[in-house]
């Protein structure tokens, strides 16, 4: 069955440096989606993105976060400066559109940032 | 999307159907009720959803009330691998709004015991 992948499993960077999380979404998908949890709290919303453009965006997606497809395959999540507040797990998640149960979004293991 | 309330946690023996209810008094007309889990530190995964029917697949069961004010998840045989945060979720369906995000709530941390 096919899955969403995500790399690495866990990146522990210091603060004030750049990470880039990586998402291989399913390979038919046409929505794709960046989604964070802090320990202990809520699954939020960051980003989504179709037809190579931000479709959405929340609060918490400030300028030091981008996002990009620079290829037929990955989706990656930029952090330009990260800071304390920026650990957690980051969940990609694409979903193919269009009716039905495919309709829905399909999420990956996750990405696990530590700032120190 | 319209707000929903979730028991913060339940328990439920092993091999014994687990029903977890959602109140959604607020649900409009054309929102659907989803439900996703969460089982630890994995990403959320979709289970079932519905407007108005009673819904069933593979993995569970979605009994909606006839004013749609509230649900109930069923998952017929739970195993301990059912261990899981539950999520009632309320809203338009993607295809009516395009990219939509999922809104979390804090779920229903269920437990199933051996």
């Known amino acids: 069955e096919p899955e969403v992948t995500q790399t690495p499993s866990h990146q522990v960077t210091q603060m004030g440096q750049e990470v880039i999380l990586r998402c291989v979404p399913i390979?038919?998908?046409?929505?794709f989606y960046w989604y964070r949890q802090i320990l202990g709290q809520k699954v939020e919303f960051l980003v989504s993105?179709?037809?190579?453009?931000?479709?959405?965006k929340s609060e918490i997606f400030d300028d030091q976060f981008s996002v990009e497809r620079p290829d037929g395959s990955n989706f990656t999540l930029k952090i330009r400066s990260t800071k304390l507040e920026d650990s957690a797990m980051y969940f990609c998640?694409?979903?193919?559109?269009?009716?039905?149960?495919?309709?829905?979004?399909?999420f990956g293991p996750g990405t696990r940032l530590t700032v120190l | 999307d319209a707000k929903t309330t979730q028991p913060t946690s339940m328990d439920c023996a092993e091999g014994r159907a687990a029903n977890l209810p959602c109140n959604h008094s607020?649900?409009?007309?054309?929102?659907?009720v989803y439900w996703y889990r969460q089982i630890h530190s994995q990403g959320p995964q979709y289970i079932i959803h519905?407007?108005?029917n009673n819904e069933t697949n593979e993995m569970a069961s979605l009994i909606i009330t006839e004013d749609r004010k509230s649900s109930t998840l069923i998952l017929p045989h739970a195993t301990l691998r059912d261990t899981a945060v539950y999520y009632c979720?309320?809203?338009?369906?993607?295809?009516?709004?395009?990219?939509?995000?999922?809104?979390f709530g804090q779920g229903t941390r269920l437990t199933i015991n051996p």
């Open positions: 998640a694409s979903r193919k559109g269009g009716g039905g149960y495919y309709n829905e979004q399909f």
């Open positions: 390979s038919n998908h046409l929505y």
């Open positions: 993105f179709y037809n190579n453009e931000i479709s959405e």
């Open positions: 607020t649900i409009s007309g054309n929102e659907y």
């Open positions: 519905g407007l108005k």
């Open positions: 979720i309320v809203r338009v369906p993607p295809i009516i709004q395009g990219a939509q995000k999922l809104v």
